[in-house]
């Protein structure tokens, strides 16, 4: 098993920037991938970016050039660095890991907030 611990969120302007962290622990040699989603109110939960084991990342089109996604192997630690930030992104972020043969994990979510 997993857990998930996610910090970062928090209260912007409009084009300024966070930095959200996900750090696992438990059972972390079996993690497959890891994602970073979010839910705004009243909307489903979308997938930002995610990056595989072997480090390749994707990003959603509204995020690409804006956001990026990293991670610290000796940290266990995923990292959504935001740039740019708009009153749009505005949403609850949640980390995301696809763990062993087919297991999901989430974070509790952090809230993001950008005010115009």
């Known amino acids: 098993q997993v857990q998930l611990v996610e910090s970062g969120g928090g209260l912007v302007q409009a084009g300024g920037s966070l930095r959200l962290s996900c750090t696992a622990s438990?059972?972390?040699?079996?993690?497959?991938?890891r994602d970073w989603y979010r839910q705004a109110p009243g909307k489903q939960r979308e997938l930002v970016a995610a990056?595989?084991?072997?480090?390749?990342?994707t990003y959603a089109d509204f995020v690409k050039g804006r956001f990026t996604i990293s991670r610290d192997n000796a940290k266990n630690t995923m990292y959504l660095q935001m740039n740019s930030l708009k009153p749009e992104d505005t949403a609850v972020y949640y980390c995301?890991?696809?763990w062993g043969m087919g297991f999901n994990y989430w974070g509790q979510g952090t809230q993001v907030t950008v005010s115009s």
């Open positions: 995301h890991v696809r």
């Open positions: 990056i595989s084991a072997g480090g390749t990342t």
């Open positions: 438990g059972d972390t040699f079996s993690i497959n991938a």
